[in-house]
């Protein structure tokens, strides 16, 4: 195939740019399918990213876009609507076939000597009026990645698994101020009230209805019974769906992200340099590790996109090897 690639990264984050950019720089031809559907999308701002603090998703999206087209990545605006492994390949062929689909709804098939997988995940909010509408901005899941920027604020932790009351201990840290709204969590364990208690944090029993508003911002979480207890910010541990694409298609199943008893999502399981079971296909990001911030879903690509290019290079040494041998075979020997 003319438009066959030495690696197809499908999903335009972190992690797939990251992959793409370091195999591109050892002169891999390298194309990058990107939906524009990331997960972080409703943040202000990126945290935690060493040289980028603050950063708006968007603009370290497009950073990394320029970025990698400066090493002659091609970017495609579109997603992975299917692949298929091809049988047998021959040596520097294509392994996969990959069909694109872009905004005007055709369809172009790519060939991929090898693949990655970055294709992110979702966070799968309650069914809680308005907190869809404040995602990314009062209401927030990681103390790490954005509990700096309600430090010292009104609090409410809203419990919706087993993992809910270590969340309070982990924003408890962050404010004296926490409530922790059992909601849809089971009941804690007599450790876990005796923790309650002695950090002086509040346990309301009962579902939660909605997050109220005030000029604007998060001002209360109001309970089925009509109270609403005053917040400026609500934590929330959300369901972690992994996005599927192409999972199926490449003879792939995810795996249950079990913690504290419950399965809280599901991931595509690698090795520690991203590799899936299937040879040829390679994985990081939220897809693989969902419980990674935005520069471990980085490092992660930049780890998958090295190894692909070692993959290669030991495939094209073989097949020079191999085409140097039977050169010396068919050659005429001296006084033939």
Not at 131 to 159: K, M, N, S, T, Y
Request: aromatic share 4%.
């Amino acid at each position: 195939m003319n438009n066959t690639y030495d690696m197809v990264v499908v999903g335009g984050g972190a992690a797939g740019m990251s992959g793409a950019k370091i195999a591109a720089r050892m002169r891999r031809r390298v194309l990058v399918i990107d939906a524009g559907a990331p997960r972080n999308a409703p943040a202000q701002g990126v945290h935690n990213y060493l040289y980028a603090e603050g950063g708006a998703p968007a603009d370290l999206r497009a950073t990394a876009r320029a970025e990698a087209e400066t090493y002659g990545v091609e970017v495609v605006e579109g997603s992975a609507a299917g692949a298929v492994i091809l049988r047998d390949p021959e040596p520097n062929a294509a392994r996969f076939t990959v069909d694109v689909r872009t905004g005007d709804g055709s369809i172009t098939t790519v060939g991929a000597r090898r693949l990655l997988l970055a294709t992110g995940l979702l966070d799968v909010l309650p069914q809680i009026g308005g907190l869809a509408e404040r995602w990314g901005r009062d209401v927030l899941h990681c103390p790490f990645c954005h509990g700096w920027e309600v430090r010292a604020q009104a609090i409410g932790v809203l419990g919706t698994s087993p993992m809910a009351v270590h969340q309070v201990l982990l924003f408890r840290r962050l404010s004296e101020d926490v409530v922790y709204f059992q909601h849809t969590a089971p009941d804690p364990s007599d450790e876990q009230v005796e923790q309650l208690a002695a950090l002086g944090v509040p346990w309301v029993v009962g579902p939660v209805t909605a997050v109220t508003t005030t000029n604007g911002a998060l001002s209360g979480v109001q309970m089925a019974d009509g109270r609403v207890i005053a917040r400026q910010a609500v934590a929330i541990g959300t369901g972690l769906a992994g996005r599927e694409d192409l999972v199926a298609d490449l003879g792939l199943s995810m795996s249950d992200l079990e913690m504290g008893g419950a399965v809280l999502g599901r991931y595509l399981p690698t090795d520690a340099t991203g590799a899936t079971t299937m040879p040829g296909v390679w994985a990081a990001g939220n897809v693989a590790a969902p419980m990674a911030q935005v520069i471990n879903s980085a490092a992660a690509g930049a780890t998958a996109g090295s190894s692909i290019h070692m993959d290669l290079m030991g495939e094209d040494v073989a097949a020079a090897v191999s085409t140097h041998r039977a050169r010396l075979t068919s050659a005429p020997r001296a006084g033939a």
